[in-house]
Structure formats: C-alpha cells, structure tokens
C-alpha cells in the first residue's frame, strides 16, 4: 500500500509515488525500419508512393504484407505493385461487422446469455482460424430462423453475410499470421494517418483545397522520413 498522504507529503508525491511503483507498460513492438507515404491524389498515385517506398528501403524480394480493411481501390493497388504479398482484411474491420450481426441475432431470438455468449464465442473462434465457410454457415442458418422478422432488422446479419463473400480471398487464419509475427490490424496504419495528416490537416477551423493538401502532407512525409537530408534528386519527393 503505497504511504498516505500527511503534512509532510504533497499529492504530487503520492501521485509519482503511484507511478513508479505501478506495473511497467507493456512494450510495443516497432518497426526497425520505414517509410511514411502519403497523398490526396488519386489512389494510383497512393499504389505508386508505396511500391517506391518499398523499392528503397531493399525489401522487393523480402516477403510482403499488406493489410487493409477490404476497400476496392486498395485490393487493386496491391494486385498491381504486390501482386506476390500476403493480403490480410483488417481484424477489427472483420470482427466488428461479425460481431455487430451476432448481437443483432441475441436481440432478435432474445436467447439466454450463456446462448449468446457461445454464439459469438464461435464466431470468432471460426475467423480467427480462418474457417470462413463455418462462420457464413451459422450467420446464414439464423437468417433462416428469422425469416420472419422485418428486413430491416436483419440488415447487420444480411451485411455480414455479404461482407464474409465478399472479402474472402483477405480472410486466412490469423492465428498462423501472429505466429509468423504478421501485424493483422490496421492500428500502424491508423497511426501513420493520425502523425502524417491529421495532426496538420484537421485542426480546428481549417480549410485546403486538394492539391495545397497534397503538397503539405508530402513536405510532412519528406521531414518523417529524414529526406532533408538527402540531395534533391535522392528524395522521394521534389
């Protein structure tokens, strides 16, 4: 128990008192290496940036990944520049579209908790370990039981449904990619949005035109990966 406060011990003491006695933070793990890209051109554009990212940093005849959470524009520019790398669909995009439609079932069937629990239990067991089929196949036998409920009520199931057929050729086991030590969230993705654009473009009261926009981000991508310091012709950007 840490020491209570008294005449002699500030709340600032307590409080560094707490913080050095608490557990130590869990360690994230880093990128020993990168390259930040970033535009608001067109997505080709994008496809073009990364696929020259990647060129200089060495990695073409590493094994590549990419993750995404499924959008067209983003499976076509990894088909055109990765053609050969492990496609991955967001997890959190997976699961919370799953998840959405399992709790619109335990709503609708007004089943036990301990029903409900198992439902979603076995869900994301299934996707995890990449057994889509199995997943579709229980989402698709409760659409059948609640044949009778209004549509609109059954509108997350229907996605889901949909979402699993349409992005099947993204979805595998993401156990065996965390073993092999493959990210299978876009949270460094999101990351990298947040420090490239948002801390400059979305500030309170702002207003930019596209290609003003596109000339910030890339002199902000140009100073996060230290491009100042290379000779103009050697930069990734003019």
């Not at 596209?210 to 991508?221: F, N």
């Amino acid at each position: 128990m840490p020491p209570q406060p008294n005449s002699a011990m500030t709340w600032v003491q307590v409080n560094r008192y707490m913080q050095t006695h608490r557990h130590p933070p869990r360690q994230r793990s880093r990128w020993s290496r990168r390259r930040y890209v970033a535009t608001f051109a067109p997505s080709r554009a994008l496809g073009q940036q990364a696929a020259q990212a990647v060129h200089e940093l060495g990695l073409q005849q590493h094994p590549q990944v990419v993750v995404a959470d499924g959008a067209h524009w983003i499976k076509k520019e990894a088909s055109t520049h990765f053609p050969h790398a492990e496609c991955i669909l967001d997890w959190p995009h997976l699961w919370r579209t799953v998840r959405k439609a399992a709790n619109a079932v335990g709503a609708l069937t007004k089943h036990p908790q301990e029903e409900q629990a198992r439902l979603v239990s076995q869900l994301s067991t299934w996707l995890w370990k990449g057994e889509v089929e199995k997943a579709q196949a229980q989402l698709k036998q409760r659409r059948r039981e609640l044949a009778d409920q209004p549509s609109q009520r059954l509108a997350a199931l229907r996605q889901a449904i949909i979402y699993l057929d349409k992005q099947r050729d993204w979805i595998g086991s993401y156990e065996h990619w965390k073993q092999k030590g493959y990210p299978v969230g876009s949270g460094i993705i999101e990351r990298a949005v947040s420090l490239v654009i948002n801390r400059r473009m979305k500030r309170r009261g702002m207003r930019w035109l596209r290609a003003h926009a596109t000339a910030v981000v890339a002199l902000r991508v140009d100073m996060l990966n230290h491009d100042w310091q290379l000779p103009v012709p050697a930069r990734g950007f003019p």
